[in-house]
């Protein structure tokens, strides 16, 4: 069984800063890009970071310069490192794996199921 559960969200305050973890299981890993993507009320689902089955990152304009993806084959997890947050990064930040290149949410072919972050001015 396929499963992406994310973990690490919460509040905090602007300035602060947060790890988001994702825990897969149920698939291999190790063959997968990886990324996450968030979603504010109202909005779009967008692609915040991705990275490749080795260690090519990369990033979404508005997170670039503050975020940090990083993966660890050997336990299944992908982490997410956020600093300097805005309240604009309020959104639900959604973990999804991908066989092939990630540009948007189509790529992804297999989810999580979310988890929130509230930034507080």
């Known amino acids: 069984q396929v499963q992406l559960v994310e973990s690490g969200g919460g509040s905090v305050q602007a300035g602060g800063s947060l790890r988001l973890s994702c825990a897969a299981s149920g698939f291999p890993f190790w063959m997968y890009t990886m990324a996450w993507f968030r979603q504010a009320p109202g909005k779009e689902r967008d692609l915040v970071a991705v990275?490749?089955?080795?260690?090519?990152?990369d990033y979404g304009d508005s997170v670039k310069g503050r975020a940090t993806i990083s993966r660890d084959n050997a336990k299944k997890m992908v982490y997410l490192q956020m600093n300097g947050l805005k309240p604009e990064d309020t959104a639900v930040y959604y973990c999804?794996?991908?066989?092939?290149?990630?540009?948007?949410?189509?790529?992804?072919?297999?989810w999580g199921k979310g988890i929130l972050v509230t930034v507080s001015s």
């Open positions: 990275i490749s089955t080795g260690t090519a990152a």
């Open positions: 999804g794996a991908s066989v092939g290149e990630v540009t948007t949410e189509k790529a992804i072919v297999n």
